[in-house]
């Protein structure tokens, strides 16, 4: 009976750790609004047993900078958008347009992982901020677009877009607190 409970519980544990590693995510998954966060998307694996070429993160509209960390190895690529209106940023400059996507193209074998860095301006909200994601392989492509409905949980999309959570720092320090 012991037997049969551990096998149970090994193998739930085992669906829930392969269910989590299959997703594309930040490696923090948390940061405070209105601030400049450095994020590392994960990248877990291949398309099944074909090797990722591409990664494409869409930046979302409410941040207005953001720089990719160049990865040796990786040609990078940047698309911009026009401002509707320019902003003043911090030190007196003005910005009349956006990083909208950024796309790193290189070589990740199926079995390997390796994460990707973007320096971003944080929007001043709480609440997810989703990043949707295309990672090309070289037999096919996984898209990391999905989107959560209101009341409905991030865990339970096949293919979920990357998320943070922006929430106040005090916020953020419970929420680590009740973790440990």
């Not at 923090?28 to 994960?42: L, T």
């Amino acid at each position: 009976m012991t037997k049969t409970i551990i096998a149970a519980v090994s193998a739930l544990a085992l669906s829930f750790s392969s269910t989590a590693s299959a997703h594309v995510v930040f490696a923090d998954p948390q940061a405070a609004p209105n601030s400049y966060y450095a994020g590392f998307i994960r990248i877990g694996h291949g398309c099944g047993t074909s090797p990722t070429r591409a990664i494409r993160v869409e930046i979302p509209e409410s941040i207005n900078i953001a720089r990719p960390q160049p990865k040796p190895g990786w040609r990078l690529s940047i698309e911009h958008q026009q401002l509707a209106t320019p902003l003043q940023i911090e030190a007196g400059h003005t910005i009349s347009e956006r990083v909208s996507a950024i796309t790193w193209r290189g070589a990740l074998d199926a079995d390997q992982f390796d994460q990707f860095g973007i320096m971003m301006r944080l929007p001043d909200e709480t609440g997810p901020l989703y990043f949707r994601i295309t990672q090309t392989c070289a037999n096919g492509a996984q898209y990391w677009d999905e989107i959560p409905p209101p009341g409905a949980t991030w865990n339970g999309l096949a293919h979920p877009a990357a998320m943070i959570t922006l929430a106040a720092p005090m916020v953020m320090e419970q929420m680590h607190d009740h973790d440990h």
